[in-house]
Each structure stands twice: as structure tokens, then as C-alpha cells.
């Protein structure tokens, strides 16, 4: 049995699913089924390249046909799709715009925290700037004091 993505992965493969599934929604008819001859008329394809890629998706059980005389009838079997769901479900959980921003919000914590640590150098060097000019104009003071 082909993987079941790689089933998947075919374009026309993906448009009978579709023509199967929009037949299967419609209700009413026998089970969602479609003629061989009906998904011939929807895709615009030869009656060979549907019947291939048909096989292909029986073999992956994605597909099921029921016979009657020579005709044969598809419609869809949701089982497999079910394999492709549990593996997608993990990703589609997954928050990628809160993850973005949580990204974006520890780049701009980093920045934050970058302007904090420059705001307190600076701060500590006018606090230091101003001890200095002080005290050298406390001693200049007393220096002119006792030579005047």
C-alpha cells in the first residue's frame, strides 16, 4: 500500500476526493457514489488517466466501488484520511501568531532590558560626574581659601 500522503500528493488525485466528497455532501444520492464515466465528465479527463489514479486511490483505501454489471460506482472512504488528520491536528493546534509574538516580545525584552542597563550606566555616571565636579570645586575652594 502506497503511503498515504504520497496518494494525497497527486493534483488530480486531490480533485476526484473533492468531486467524491462535494457528491457525498450533496445527499440524496446512493451513498455519494459517482460513476467512473460521471468524474470522467467533471475533470475533463481521459476515461484511462481517471481509472489510474482511481486504482490508486482504491488500493490506498481512500475509495471504495461498488459494481454493478459493467459499470462501477466510487465513492469515499474516510478511514485513511483519518491518519492524515491526527498527523495534521498537532500543527494546526499550534498558535503560530502567539508564537511570533512571543518571539517578537523577548527580542523587544532584550532591548528593554539593553535601554535599563544603559539608562543605569548613565545614571551612575552623572551621579559619579557630579560627586567628582564637587568635590574637586570643594577642594579648589579650600585651596584658595588658604593661599588667599
Do not use: C
Not at 450533496?26 to 488517466?49: H, K
Not at 490506498?60 to 474516510?78: A, I, P, T
Not at 551612575?124 to 570645586?137: E, I, L, N, R, W
Amino acid at each position: 500500500m502506497a503511503d498515504i500522503f504520497d496518494v494525497v500528493a497527486d493534483s488530480t488525485r486531490r480533485d476526484i476526493l473533492r468531486i467524491l466528497l462535494d457528491r457525498h455532501n450533496q445527499g440524496g444520492e446512493a451513498r455519494g457514489e459517482l460513476s467512473v464515466s460521471d468524474i470522467v465528465g467533471n475533470l475533463g479527463l481521459s476515461q484511462p488517466t481517471v481509472s489510474k489514479h482511481l486504482k490508486v486511490l482504491r488500493e490506498s483505501g481512500l475509495v471504495s466501488v461498488r459494481e454493478e454489471g459493467q459499470h462501477r460506482f466510487y465513492h469515499l472512504d474516510y478511514a485513511p484520511l483519518e491518519v492524515i488528520e491526527d498527523w495534521l491536528i498537532p500543527f494546526l493546534s499550534v498558535d503560530f501568531d502567539a508564537a511570533e509574538e512571543a518571539a517578537a516580545a523577548e527580542e523587544a525584552g532584550l532591548k528593554d532590558e539593553q535601554r535599563a542597563f544603559a539608562s543605569a550606566i548613565g545614571k551612575a555616571f552623572a551621579d559619579t560626574s557630579y560627586q567628582v565636579t564637587h568635590v574637586v570645586k570643594d577642594a579648589t575652594a579650600k585651596k584658595w581659601r588658604k593661599n588667599g
